[in-house]
């Protein structure tokens, strides 16, 4: 009888420690499962962020091409206005 007594309490304790391992693996994966929700949140803040100076790089960047193309018409029409006044 004091066999049986320590065997059924070695399985109610084994089913105790089996019962809190599972319960901790699942609240933990539940933890790192929402703290992941909020990481999205703050990744897709910070590449709205990336995202907004992008443009407004893409938008410098097509000013000063802007700036050069007129620059190059400018120096274009100089250059042929100059070999117009030789010829004549």
Known sequence: MDRLIIDDILVF???MTTLGVIAKITLTFAQRRRGLAGADDRTLGEI??????LEQLAESTALEVERI?????????LLGEKSDAKLS
């Open 13 to 15: 304790a084994g089913l």
């Open 48 to 53: 709205a962020a990336r995202l907004a100076r």
């Open 69 to 77: 193309g007129e620059g190059q018409r400018f120096t274009t029409k």
